[in-house]
């Protein structure tokens, strides 16, 4: 079930704030390890101490991520190459597609995703600011200039559209439009536009048609307190995913994936010519 947008809603999201939803990985941010129990002939004074080192451990680690994806967005690189990427982008094709069309829904669509966006979720990946571990060890030998051209193949192939299903299409369509001011919920259309296709100058992802299921996952991860970093796009969507209910988060997920862009008006058909 595909959605179009209207002249109507692209006037609200001219003047919408910027509010953004990334969606494209994974597995939640692994906890802080659990504070060593101590032996039975061990001073009482040895758990306190354990689980402050212990957070202070995990501190130094989230902060030195967070200077190698500073580090990585500081290196100078050229507008990426989709030629060059095709190749660099070879070992992508195993889950996410060859043209980034995955059909495995764990997996989310990168065709049709903007270059800047996968360029800064491969560096987050690197710098360790988004915990994947195979997608840590796939953005490990890339360079940033490597990145600018994967997501520039990327960027340049066209999304299959999704389907939504009927029965949640209609919740799901009014908290991605409307939002829900009473709790504290924006309209996702607001960054993300009224067929999903986002905003690359602010790194909002295009979500329209991408897969429910992976959807459903990064929201919920969102919601259980999962982040991507402490800068300013990082803290937008956990902040939103905490006020949704499961009910939401599964009708607005089928809702994105029936978004598709809508097609050009074909043009008025030429009269016949008079010999």
């Known amino acids: 079930m595909g959605f179009r947008r209207s002249a109507a809603v692209v006037v609200m999201l001219a003047a919408a704030a910027p509010i953004a939803v990334a969606l494209s990985a994974q597995p939640k941010t692994e906890a802080n390890p659990a504070a060593p129990v101590p032996a039975a002939s061990a001073p009482a004074s040895s758990a306190s101490t354990a689980a402050p080192a212990s957070a202070a451990s ?13 580090k990585l967005e500081a290196v100078a690189t050229k507008p990426g190459d989709a030629t060059a990427g095709q190749a660099k982008a070879a070992a992508c094709g195993a889950c996410h597609g060859m043209d980034g069309n995955s059909t495995d829904p764990q997996y989310p669509k990168l ?10 979720q491969l560096m987050r990946f690197k710098s360790g600011v988004r915990q994947n571990a195979i997608m840590a060890g ?24 999704g389907v939504a299903d009927a ?3 209609g919740d799901g369509e009014k908290l ?16 993300h536009g009224p067929d999903g296709a986002g905003n690359p100058g602010w790194r909002v992802p295009n979500i329209g048609g991408q ?7 990064q929201l919920k991860a969102w919601h259980d307190g999962t982040t991507w970093g402490s800068d300013a796009h990082a803290k937008i969507m956990p902040a939103i995913a905490q006020h949704l209910t499961e009910q939401d988060i599964t009708a607005v997920s089928s809702y994105v994936e029936g978004l598709h862009e809508a097609p050009p008006p074909s043009a008025p058909a030429k ?4 010999d």
């Not at 065709?111 to 800064?120: D, F, L, N, P």
């Not at 796939?138 to 559209?161: C, E, I, N, W």
């Open 138 to 161: 796939m953005a490990s030998t890339l360079s940033p200039q490597d990145m600018h051209d994967v997501g520039a193949y990327f960027a340049s192939q066209k999304r299959l559209p």
């Open 167 to 169: 029965k949640l299409a």
């Open 211 to 217: 897969h429910a299921d992976y959807i459903q996952a």
């Open 111 to 120: 065709a049709g995703q903007s270059e800047q966006y996968i360029v800064t």
């Open 271 to 274: 009269p016949d010519a008079i």
């Open 176 to 191: 991605y439009r409307e939002g829900d001011a009473s709790r504290g919920v924006p309209a996702c259309m607001a960054c």
């Open 58 to 70: 995990a501190g130094d680690a989230a902060q030195a991520a967070e200077a190698a994806f500073t």
